[in-house]
C-alpha cells in the first residue's frame, strides 16, 4: 500500500506571496492532519480534516488554511508568507478521526520564505 | 506550562543498555500516549501507543503510562545503533487533537 504522499518536496517562496502544499492519503484512510515543524517550536498541529471538513484547528492565524476533496486528498494554503513561516510541513493520514494518533505521516514540504 | 513536556536531551547510551525516555503531560482529560521515532531529515513514525494505565510491550519497545502522574515513558531495551533518533511523546487533547512534545534525542553509543 502506498504512503502518504505530499507535494512540492522543497520550496522557496518570497514574503508576502502565498503558497499551496498538497497531500494525498494512504488509499482508504478518510482523516488528514497537518503539521509545522521547525527547531524552536518543534511539530505543531495546524489542522485536521474528514469527509471534507474541519474538525480541528490548532493555534495559527487566519492566514493558515486548508480543505479536504471527496477523494480525501487534502491542500494547505498559507497566504501573505512571512519570514517566521519557514518550516517543515507535515502532512497525516489516519483510518478515521477517533485514531488520530495512529497517524502515517508524509515526507513533509520543507518551505523557504525568504 | 508546556502541554506536553519531554527532556530534549540529548541522552546518550551505550549499545546494548536499556534506553528510558520520559514524557509529562499537563492535561488530565488525555485519553490517548503515543511513541514516534524522527530519524534526522525523516517524518515520524509510530512505534507506540497507549491507552490504560500499565505497561505495554511490542519487542524491544515498553509503553509504561501512569494517569496518576500525568507521566508515561519508553523504554527500549537492548538499545541499537540504528535507534539512535529523535523521538516525540504526544497525547490527544479534547477532540482528538493531538498534541507533541519536544522531542528527546538518542544517541547510542557503539
Known amino acids: 500500500k502506498a504512503g502518504v504522499t505530499q507535494t512540492p518536496r522543497y520550496l522557496i517562496k518570497t514574503r508576502g506571496q502565498q503558497v499551496t502544499l498538497s497531500c494525498s492519503p494512504i488509499?482508504?484512510?478518510?482523516?488528514v492532519s497537518w503539521y509545522q515543524q521547525t527547531p524552536g517550536q518543534g511539530l505543531q498541529f495546524l489542522f485536521e480534516?474528514?469527509?471534507?471538513?474541519?474538525?480541528n484547528k490548532g493555534n495559527f492565524p487566519g492566514r493558515f488554511s486548508g480543505r479536504q476533496f471527496s477523494n480525501s486528498r487534502s491542500e494547505m494554503n498559507v497566504s501573505t508568507l512571512e519570514l517566521g513561516d519557514s518550516a517543515l510541513y507535515l502532512c497525516?493520514?489516519?483510518?478515521?478521526?477517533?485514531?488520530?494518533?495512529?497517524?502515517?505521516f508524509g515526507p513533509g514540504t520543507r518551505l523557504t520564505v525568504t | 506550562q508546556k502541554e506536553v513536556e519531554q527532556n530534549s536531551g540529548p541522552l546518550s547510551v551505550p549499545e546494548g543498555a536499556i534506553a528510558s525516555l520520559n514524557c509529562t503531560y499537563s492535561?488530565?482529560?488525555?485519553?490517548?500516549f503515543f511513541w514516534y521515532r524522527q530519524y534526522s531529515g525523516k517524518s515520524p513514525e509510530l512505534i507506540m501507543f497507549?491507552?490504560?494505565?500499565g505497561d505495554k510491550e511490542d519487542g524491544r519497545f515498553t509503553a509504561q503510562l501512569n494517569k496518576a502522574s500525568q507521566y508515561v515513558s519508553l523504554l527500549i531495551r537492548d538499545s541499537q545503533p540504528s535507534d539512535s533518533a529523535t523521538y516525540l511523546c504526544?497525547?490527544?487533547?479534547?477532540?482528538?487533537?493531538?498534541?507533541f512534545g519536544q522531542g528527546t534525542r538518542l544517541t547510542i553509543n557503539p
Open positions: 497525516a493520514s489516519s483510518p478515521e478521526p477517533g485514531r488520530s494518533g495512529e497517524q502515517y
Open positions: 488509499s482508504g484512510h478518510r482523516s
Open positions: 480534516y474528514f469527509s471534507e471538513t474541519q474538525r
Open positions: 492535561d488530565r482529560g488525555s485519553q490517548s
Open positions: 497507549i491507552y490504560s494505565n
Open positions: 504526544a497525547a490527544t487533547q479534547g477532540a482528538q487533537k493531538l498534541v
